[in-house]
């Protein structure tokens, strides 16, 4: 098992940045892929960043792409989103995933990710 501890949420103005934080304990392996996904009030969640085992192969989605990015220190276990120029559409509940153990590519897909964190707020206002 993989356990995932999403921190670094908050409330921020719009324009702002936030730097977010996801520490995998347990079996931890640095050779699968990761993700951040989000879920707005209303909607369903939907993926954010991946990045593969070695950080070498990154992808974004189109409403967050030159203003995030996601980045991974494989000797802390641990994944970062670095957020700039917040908009208050991106206030969400962001979730850090992990893909299956020697899963190494990253992926859009949320069925291809086998353990997910509790979630972290961000709130942008304008």
């Known amino acids: 098992q993989v356990r995932l501890v999403e921190s670094g949420g908050g409330l921020v103005q719009a324009g702002g940045s936030l730097r977010l934080s996801c520490a995998a304990s347990?079996?931890?392996?640095?050779?699968?892929?990761m993700g951040w996904f989000r879920q707005a009030p209303g909607k369903e969640r939907a993926f954010v960043a991946t990045i593969n085992w070695s950080g070498g192969s990154t992808g974004y989605a189109d409403s967050v792409k030159d203003r995030f990015t996601i980045s991974r220190d494989n000797a802390k276990n641990t994944v970062y989103l670095q957020m700039n120029s917040l908009k208050p559409s991106d206030t969400a509940v962001y979730y850090c995933?992990?893909?299956?153990?020697?899963?190494?590519?990253?992926?859009?897909?949320?069925?291809?990710?086998?353990?997910w964190g509790q979630g972290t707020q961000v709130t942008v206002s304008s």
């Open positions: 347990g079996r931890t392996s640095s050779t699968y892929g």
């Open positions: 995933a992990a893909r299956p153990r020697y899963s190494s590519g990253g992926s859009i897909y949320e069925s291809e990710y086998a353990y």
